[in-house]
T-cell receptor, first 117, second 111 residues
């Protein structure tokens, strides 16, 4: 079974531009979460999608947005890029979202390394 | 809010040495606890987990015990290998909230 795939793997953008990152979950997985990883802040949760609906959102400005399609693939968009947005963006998929005491394992993709200059 | 604190790295060990990476947590309720590993250039992989107090998670020679009384979930391995060099993340999941990760501990094992 193929793992979580993320495209592109590397991206260089200029301040003020916008960027779209893509994530294809494992076949059959319907929940997708996005994280930002930086050396200073570690792993921070961005958002979670299930059945094309955003279930949870982290503490990020409105410049960060996402969506999920009917085939469970997900995209995230960052508008008006800032230098501080340089990070590794990780996508994780699971069979379903966590509900109460039941947590499905999250499988992570290799990430997209975004550099903003 | 919920939080995870793990020992700062980097940790450098010789092959076959004993490994401990400390992790403590703060959470309301009864979280599940996880250790993830990230090898260079890759995403995170679940290493082990424990869902209730006194549970021991184990995988690939790594172990961690969920200690409610000390709010800890320390990662241990009796004999590390060069191939264990990676960044290790402690994480907790409680209720309907997303996973909360520690800052990560980089482990380097030298032959």
């Amino acid at each position: 079974k193929a793992g979580v795939t993320q495209t592109p793997r590397y991206l260089i953008k200029t301040r003020g531009q916008q960027v779209t990152l893509s994530c294809s979950p494992i076949s059959g997985h319907r929940s997708v979460s996005w994280y930002q990883q930086t050396p200073g802040q570690g792993l921070q949760f961005l958002f979670e999608y299930f059945s094309e609906t955003q279930r949870n959102k982290g503490n990020f400005p409105g410049r960060f947005s996402g969506r999920q399609f009917s085939n469970s693939r997900s995209e995230m968009n960052v508008s008006t890029l800032e230098l501080g947005d340089s990070a590794l963006y990780l996508c994780a998929s699971s069979l379903a979202p966590h509900t109460g005491g039941l947590r499905y394992e999250q499988y992570f993709g290799p990430g997209t390394r975004l550099t903003v200059t | 809010g919920d939080s995870v604190t793990q020992m700062e790295g980097p940790v450098t060990l010789s092959e076959e040495a004993f490994l401990t990476i400390n992790c403590t947590y703060t959470a309301t309720g009864y979280p599940s606890l996880f250790w993830y590993v990230q090898y260079p250039g890759e995403g995170l992989q679940l290493l082990l987990k424990a869902t209730k107090a006194d549970d021991k998670g184990s995988n690939k020679g790594f172990e961690a015990t969920y200690r409610k009384e000390t709010t800890s979930f320390h990662l241990e391995k009796g004999s590390v290998q060069v191939s264990d060099s990676a960044v290790y993340f402690c994480a907790l999941g409680a209720g309907n909230t997303p996973l909360v990760f520690g800052k990560g501990t980089r482990l380097s094992v030298i032959a």
